[in-house]
């Protein structure tokens, strides 16, 4: 199972960037994928995860309407669109999969900890600023 980001970069508050994970391994639809992102000398923090298999998605309200959470129609690439972009949305993004019979029965969704998912990508710097 890997995971690999990209899609990071440099843009100007109020700009938007596109972030992708490609996955190899495993089936999407036997896991939940999820964004979370790391600020400068900050903790990790959860962003989205979709359930691609029922398509039930989630969002922080930190992010909410302004980012989207997607996969794409072969079901090998996640996608995070990234609209609005502000100055705190800057730290490193990582995709994460955890298998959907880990939490089953459970109401969770997405967290913040390494330990609640089974693999990680290494991450892709987003920077906003003016």
């Known amino acids: 199972v890997q995971l690999v980001e990209s899609g990071g970069g440099s843009v100007q508050p109020g700009g938007s960037l596109r972030l992708s994970c490609a996955a190899s391994?495993?089936?999407?639809?036997?896991?939940?994928l999820s964004w979370v992102r790391q600020a400068p000398e900050k903790g990790l923090e959860w962003v989205s995860s979709?359930?691609?298999?029922?398509?039930?998605?989630h969002y922080s309200d930190s992010v909410k309407g302004r980012f989207t959470i997607s996969v794409d129609d072969a079901k090998v690439t996640l996608f995070l669109q990234m609209d609005n972009l502000k100055p705190e949305d800057t730290a490193v993004y990582y995709c994460?999969?955890?298998?959907?019979?880990?939490?089953?029965?459970?109401?969770?969704?997405?967290?913040?900890?390494?330990?609640?998912?089974?693999?990680w990508g290494p991450g892709t710097q987003v920077t906003v600023s003016s």
């Open positions: 391994g495993f089936t999407f639809d036997d896991y939940v």
């Open positions: 979709i359930y691609s298999y029922h398509g039930d998605i």
């Open positions: 994460a999969a955890v298998h959907l019979g880990r939490y089953h029965g459970t109401s969770w969704y997405g967290g913040s900890r390494r330990d609640e998912y089974d693999t």
